[in-house]
């Protein structure tokens, strides 16, 4: 009789087990799923940032383009022309963001660092483990008492 009570409490036990397995999968799979969404989010909400921007940028660079081309042909000083230089830099950097393939070049090069260089990403000291987590907040907590 003992036997097949054993044998029922393992088998409920195991699938209990099997259960909870499945459930903190389910539950790791979810957390991805979630995480990978706020990072596309943010990631377009920064492309529609830059885009905006870019428009505001775009008509300051044109307005400025034109006006200083017209005080060189005025002054007769080519010079005039240029802070041309820094803010053509600037607009073509914003529009290969907004609308290039920027994104792209810093992705590829950003697969290329974690594939080649990847000692760079290594954090001082190694990664944080738990041990030294709990050893800094002991010697910050006010509340714990060491016996």
């Known amino acids: 009789m003992g036997f097949v009570f054993s044998k029922s ?55 400025a383009a034109v006006g200083l081309t017209a005080g060189a042909i005025k002054k007769k000083n080519p010079g005039v022309l240029l802070p041309i230089v820094p803010l053509s830099f600037i607009f073509a950097y914003q529009y290969d963001m907004g609308y290039g393939t920027l994104l792209q070049r810093m992705k590829g090069e950003a697969e290329n660092i974690l594939d080649t260089e990847s000692t760079l990403l290594e954090l001082p000291k190694g990664p944080l483990t738990y041990e030294e987590l709990e050893k800094i907040r002991r010697s910050q907590s006010k509340f714990f008492i060491e016996k």
């Open 9 to 63: 409490v393992n088998d409920s036990l195991k699938a209990q087990q099997e259960f909870m397995l499945m459930n903190s999968r389910l539950q790791l799979e979810r957390q991805l799923l979630m995480q990978n969404q706020m990072r596309e989010r943010q990631t377009a909400m920064q492309i529609a940032w830059t885009r905006e921007f870019l428009k505001y940028f775009g008509t300051f660079f044109g307005l």
